[in-house]
C-alpha cells in the first residue's frame, strides 16, 4: 500500500511556543488529506479535511486560528498548533485519500507533549 | 459522529477465527463500509472495504448483511500480533471517517 510518512514523530515543547507538523503522501499525490488527533484511550477524532490550493475544513469545535492548516502542495500538508498549551498534548494523526479515492493512508503519527 | 457501533472488547484464542461485528443501521445506500486497526501508539492499518458484497483479501474477509445495516470482519487465524482495536468505519460521500470507540481485540495464548 502506499505510504505516509510525519515528521516529526515525537515532540516536546513549552507552553506558549508553535509546533509544525509535517504529513507526507511519499509514492503517490494527494488532493486531499485529513488531520485528527487521539488522547490516550480514546478513539481518533477528526479535525480538518486539507484540500490541496484552497482553505482547510474544520470540524466544529476546531479553532481554525490555533490549528493552522496549509497544504500547498500534492505531497505535504502541514498542521501548526499555535500557542500550544498542555491540553494540546496529544497524539496528531494524519491521512492521505488515495487518487482513487477508495482508501486513506493513514501516517504513523506525532506525539505532541506541552510542558 | 460516528455511525457505527461496535462491542468496546473481545478475546480470541490464538489460531481461532476472530469475528468482529459493527452495527451501522442509519448507512446510506452508496457509503462504503471501512475496516482498519490500530495498535498501540501506531497510525491506522487499513484492513478491508466493502459495499455490498461479501469481500476477502490476504488479512481478512468482510461480511455485510444483506440489508447492510451490519457486517462482521473475520480474521480467520488469529494470531498474538492481531491483538488492537479494530474500528468500523462508515465514509461519508466527502471521504471523511469518522472514529467510533472500536473493539478492543485480544487474542489470547
Known amino acids: 500500500g502506499a505510504v505516509v510518512s510525519q515528521h516529526p514523530s515525537w515532540v516536546i515543547c513549552k507552553s506558549g511556543t508553535s509546533v509544525k507538523i509535517e504529513c507526507r503522501s511519499l509514492?503517490?499525490?494527494?488532493?486531499?488529506m485529513f488531520w485528527y488527533r487521539q488522547f490516550p484511550k480514546q478513539s481518533l477524532m477528526l479535525m480538518a479535511t486539507?484540500?490541496?490550493?484552497?482553505?482547510?475544513?474544520?470540524e466544529q469545535g476546531v479553532e481554525k486560528d490555533k490549528f493552522l492548516i496549509n497544504h500547498a502542495s500534492l505531497t505535504l500538508s502541514t498542521l501548526t498548533v499555535t500557542s500550544a498549551h498542555p491540553e494540546d498534548s496529544s497524539f496528531y494523526i494524519c491521512?492521505?485519500?488515495?487518487?482513487?479515492?477508495?482508501?486513506?493512508?493513514f501516517g504513523p503519527g506525532t506525539r505532541l507533549t506541552v510542558l | 459522529d460516528a455511525k457505527t457501533t461496535q462491542p468496546t472488547s473481545m478475546d480470541c484464542a490464538e489460531g481461532r477465527a476472530a469475528n468482529l461485528p459493527c452495527n451501522h443501521s442509519?448507512?446510506?445506500?452508496?457509503?462504503?463500509v471501512y475496516w482498519y486497526r490500530q495498535i498501540h501508539s501506531q497510525g491506522p492499518q487499513y484492513i478491508i472495504h466493502?459495499?455490498?458484497n461479501n469481500e476477502t483479501n490476504e488479512m481478512a474477509s468482510l461480511i455485510i448483511t444483506e440489508d447492510r445495516k451490519s457486517s462482521t470482519l473475520i480474521l480467520p487465524h488469529a494470531t498474538l500480533r492481531d491483538t488492537a482495536v479494530y474500528y468500523c468505519?462508515?465514509?461519508?460521500?466527502?471521504?471523511?471517517?469518522?472514529f467510533g470507540t472500536g473493539t478492543s481485540l485480544t487474542v489470547i495464548p
Open positions: 468505519i462508515v465514509r461519508l460521500p466527502g471521504n471523511q471517517f469518522y
Open positions: 442509519t448507512i446510506s445506500g452508496n457509503e462504503y
Open positions: 466493502g459495499l455490498k
Open positions: 491521512s492521505a485519500r488515495d487518487p482513487s479515492g477508495n482508501e486513506q493512508f
Open positions: 509514492d503517490f499525490q494527494a488532493t486531499t
Open positions: 486539507s484540500n490541496e490550493g484552497s482553505k482547510a475544513t474544520y
